[in-house]
């Protein structure tokens, strides 16, 4: 049975996986507006693999005879200045989530639980893929600036980003 610390811990991960889900549909919705297709594309794919991670806390409490809580999801934001903005939220907010799941891998060591652990791995190493990804885009917009054949390209581009197969 999981103790009560580590099931309110990964209710509030869960619900920060539903907000991060929440907030690529935002951003996917921005770029839709200015007809930046792929942009829009690419933040769908991410919006979809944060439902993903959530849905996979749910097993896991579910699993460990936890109970899943839902909460309530605060509303994302809807307005940026530039592409370049959009991907700098995004690469900042993923840096929060790791340092959330690092604070989850403390605790669950802290409270010798040791299947939570484990099972954290999996997320310790996708917050390393997820970094990447999201700065590397805002290193390319930093190159690209506001040249519009350039954005044009990127935009194509990550128009071409395939589903996750996890
Ligand atoms: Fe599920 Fe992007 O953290």
Redesign the pocket.
Known sequence: MIKQKVESALNEQMKK?FY?SYLYLAMAAHFESLNFKGFAHWMRMQSQE?YV?AMKIFQHLTERGGKVVLQQIDTPPSKWDSPKEVFQDAYQH?QK?TQSISDLVELSKAEKDHPTEIFLHWFVK??VE?EASAYEIVQKLQLVGNEGGALFMLDGELGKRAPSKE
């Open positions: 996986e991060s944060e991670h993923e989530v996708e917050q997820e």
